[in-house]
């Protein structure tokens, strides 16, 4: 492991930002929030299954409603939250009902998950060694919304366990047939997670992957120079692979998946401050999205102002002197020169990429555009934003730092040839 020096620094890292996490949920929200609210009625369960352990299973297997029971009816309504605290209720019952212990345990997960992927990241590509570190060992805001006793902390625990495997497979690290069991397992619960409690995530992931391994394939058996017509044959293929899907099931079907961001959105926005909101036209209403007879259309017309608002919003003129805001924006500023000097290191560095990383560096980009847009539709507000972009703002600061990094690696030898010279 390259990065094995980093290991008490990667998980001392994510536990002191746990700590702060709960923390500031404290001060921010009063013990409000998800985090808290999580942690009440987890709770409740736990109790449940030490004092009336038939209710419980009932509860945790067959979502069988029980009045008596101090779950709040908004929980009860909300699957994916009734997902998460009856997975939470696991890990409690053996942490003794705290929810700092959890937190901790919580946070634990995420390092370990995120230093693996780290780790793989610069086996595979060793001139990113700082940008893997940098990203997903210590950048501030990463290591707090990964952290803590939070679904971000799951779900990236499983995320990245699972990108590592698939990498390490693909790039021959380590053998598919010795460790299938542990990789299909691992494979299989990340989709599960993922299906309960963060659809978005998963219908962005899933057809990148097969996009990904079916251009692969078809790029081996077909030759293509073109940089331009391989990213187009990925798009294509992304498409080819999610439009049969669609037809499976009435759940999948594009009509019903607006539908579901439509509400998720208008729910948030009834909930959040104007300032603290993206605003998108809806031929031309602002605010709420109507669905009616123009569902697709008004998806593609505000998609590009979603995109770039999940992206680098809120800017340091749309903060009002709000502490936290002016800590996104700061972040966001940052994120944008990287994406300004990445793309000028991008030109200058030699090209001559095979198949399989130009075909990785794709397949990263669209699902960054795809899952980002349908984030910022669903949760327009920009404190909810920032923390359920975890999924991919990772992945896509290091793909800028990484070639700004390698950039500045290749000049520096230069420099020292002529030196020498």
């Not at 409000?32 to 419980?56: C, K, P, R, W």
Request: proline content about 3%; overall charge positive.
């Amino acid at each position: 492991m390259p990065l094995i020096k980093w290991w008490y620094f990667a998980v001392f890292t994510k536990i002191i930002f746990g700590v702060f996490y709960g923390i500031l949920y404290i001060k921010v929200y009063g013990s409000g929030g998800d985090t808290f609210l999580y942690f009440q009625e987890v709770s409740v369960l736990v109790n449940l299954a030490y004092n009336d352990f038939e209710s419980f299973w009932k509860i945790f297997w067959y979502n069988e409603y029980n009045p008596y029971i101090n779950i709040s009816a908004a929980t009860w309504k909300q699957e994916r939250v009734l997902v998460t605290i009856k997975f939470l209720s696991l890990l409690q019952t053996l942490t003794l009902n705290d929810y700092w212990i959890q937190g901790f345990y919580l946070s634990f997960v995420s390092a370990w998950a995120m230093w693996k992927l780290a780790n793989t990241l610069v086996q595979i590509f060793p001139k990113t060694y700082f940008s893997s570190i940098l990203v997903f060992l210590a950048f501030p805001s990463i290591q707090l919304w990964s952290s803590g006793y939070t679904k971000e902390s799951i779900t990236m625990f499983f995320l990245c366990f699972s990108l590592a495997y698939f990498l390490q497979i693909y790039f021959g690290i380590i053998s598919f047939k010795k460790y299938f069991l542990k990789i299909i397992f691992v494979w299989i619960l990340t989709i599960i997670w993922l299906f309960l409690v963060k659809f978005y995530y998963l219908a962005a992931l899933l057809p990148t992957i097969f996009a990904f391994i079916l251009c692969d394939w078809i790029l081996i058996k077909i030759q293509i120079k073109s940089y331009i017509l391989k990213a187009l044959l990925f798009v294509i293929v992304w498409f080819m692979v999610v439009l049969p899907t669609t037809q499976l099931h009435n759940t999948l079907k594009i009509n019903y998946f607006l539908l579901a961001l439509s509400y998720n959105h208008n729910s948030t926005y009834i909930h959040s401050h104007p300032q603290d909101l993206i605003h998108y036209s809806i031929y031309p209403v602002q605010g709420f999205v109507s669905l009616e007879g123009k569902s697709v259309m008004s998806f593609l017309y505000n998609a590009p102002i979603a995109f770039f608002s999940a992206c680098f919003r809120p800017f340091l003129w749309e903060t009002y002197n709000q502490k936290l805001k002016i800590l996104m924006a700061l972040e966001n500023t940052f994120f944008l020169i990287s994406v300004i000097i990445g793309i000028f290191c991008l030109l200058k560095v030699k090209k001559n990429i095979e198949n399989k990383y130009f075909l990785l560096s794709i397949s990263l980009i669209w699902y960054s555009i795809i899952l980002l847009t349908i984030l910022a539709f669903a949760s327009p507000n920009f404190g909810g934003l920032m923390r359920y972009r975890i999924a991919v703002y990772p992945f896509l600061l290091y793909f800028f730092l990484s070639w700004i990094e390698k950039y500045y690696r290749e000049k520096y030898v230069l420099w020292n040839k002529n030196i020498d010279k």
